[in-house]
Structures are given as structure tokens and as C-alpha cells.
């Protein structure tokens, strides 16, 4: 087989057809450098995005912790990731969130 695979972004080209990226990335990765950086940049957005739509709702009323019974209330939660870490499971204690990031560290 051959070394290294394709990078799984698309490019965009001017008539507005996409085409996949022809990066060459090591194993263990699934997008180069610049796919990479537009996944991160995108989900940044969004990630900053929720928050703010959250903060609105906590800074009206406290809301519970997405896993356990605290209050969340002033700006001191995180936006929790279910275990895929693609959707969100809503607002989270500080310490549920970085339980569940330990927990998933330690099962893979
Ligand atoms: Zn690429
Ligand atoms: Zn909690």
C-alpha cells in the first residue's frame, strides 16, 4: 500500500466545484495543514457562537449543569462535548467537563 493517505478536505475551485485535496498526510491524521486549520477555525466559531448563546441564558437565570446538579451561574462553566467530541451536551461545571475529558483520555 502506499505511504501515507489523502487528506480529507475538499478545494474549492473558481467555477465553485470542489475537488479533493491531493495532500499527502501521515497516517494517524485525517486532513493537512490547511484543512486542519479551517476545521479548527470553523468549530471555533461555532464553539464561541453556543457559548454566547448560553452565557445570555445563565446571565438571566442560573442553569444546571449539563451531568450533574450544580448551578451554573457568572461565566465560571464550560461549553461540555459528548464523547465523539462532535455535538455539544449543553453547559457544564468546571470540574464535570474536565472529568469527562479525563475519563475519555483514559478509555483510549
Ligand atoms: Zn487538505
Ligand atoms: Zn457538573
Redesign the pocket.
Known sequence: MSAGRRCAGRLMERDGRSRACPEIIPAGISYCRVHYGQKRAKYGADHRRRRRDYQGRINHAPIK?A??P?MLTGTDWDLGHDDDGQNYVGP??R??NRRDGANKLNQR
Open positions: 449543569c451531568s450533574c450544580t457544564q461545571c470540574p464535570c
